[in-house]
């Protein structure tokens, strides 16, 4: 590990969290991505790694509507809690009745959303199309990459993008893993590498959407695979550079306060964009 090597992180700021027209607008998340531009625009020859995480998502996908339906051949709506219960009572069911690796579709959905539940993070949400590979809303935000591509050709790096979510049959907040690994596709498993790297250096920025969910999630993990509450120490939060989802449904943003609060507790630090 580097004594002075400074990496920033920021989780998926792409046009579908960050742009008002995107579908899946994180509020404040604009303006996040305005600040942590600028931070890198004024500090960025002091940052020796940028790491920008992608979420990478096809249309059909186990939290987007066209995957599931009811006995009347309806959709769910966005933002729809599909609970294990659900699943097991037939009001949702997915579409085909076969997936990838996967020959029995239903029995995979009553399996997967009782992992999920076990597991205590998230119950399957149904979020509108985002993402999607290839769209405007896949894309970073102009602000930040029109950053990023000078900070590039300014320090002759190369801004290390991770790419997350492309498997259709389980969610994947986090960079690190998918919420229930597939283990015929290595790119939901632990991602080594980009632990192995974060690893190197002694501090590491953190940024992007949503505080509530992705970044929430991808810090959880990296703690957790990384060794423990030693590895917070070196991890500052930008407060600036973040947001969280709103819904009517769950108060993320309350999720989000709880959160900072108990990592910092864990020796998480906090701080500002303008701070650097």
Not at 47 to 68: E, G, R, Y
Not at 137 to 148: H, I, K, T
Request: hydrophobic share 35%; proline share 5%; net charge negative.
């Amino acid at each position: 590990m580097s004594k002075e090597r400074i990496d920033l992180i920021v989780i998926d700021p792409q046009n579908d969290f960050c742009d008002p027209k995107g579908s899946l607008f994180v509020p404040g998340a604009n303006e996040d991505m305005k600040r942590v531009a600028s931070m890198i625009d004024r500090y960025g020859s002091k940052i020796k790694k940028i790491h920008v995480t992608l979420d990478c998502h096809h249309s059909f996908d186990i939290a987007h509507a066209k995957f599931w339906r009811n006995s009347g051949g309806d959709h769910p709506g966005p933002f729809t809690i599909i609970t294990n219960q659900d699943v097991v009572d037939g009001n949702w069911f997915p579409v085909f009745m076969s997936l990838p690796n996967t020959p029995d579709a239903r029995e995979y959905a009553k399996e997967y959303t009782k992992k999920l539940e076990e597991g205590g993070k998230y119950p399957l949400c149904i979020w509108p199309n985002h993402c999607l590979i290839g769209s405007w809303g896949n894309n970073v935000y102009p602000v930040l990459f029109e950053a990023l591509s000078k900070w590039e050709t300014e320090n002759n790096n190369n801004v290390n993008y991770v790419s997350k979510g492309s498997n259709i049959t389980t969610e994947h907040y986090s960079a690190i893993q998918a919420e229930i690994p597939d283990s015929h596709d290595p790119s939901t498993m632990i991602n080594t590498a980009l632990i192995d790297t974060w690893q190197q250096a002694a501090r590491l920025l953190w940024a992007g959407e949503a505080l509530s969910h992705c970044l929430k999630s991808t810090m959880l993990d990296a703690v957790l695979v990384s060794g423990g509450d030693d590895y917070l120490q070196k991890v500052t939060l930008l407060t600036d550079g973040t947001s969280s989802v709103i819904s009517p449904f769950v108060d993320f943003p309350e999720i989000s306060r709880e959160f900072i609060k108990d990592m910092k507790i864990r020796g998480m630090q906090v701080a500002k964009t303008t701070d650097f």
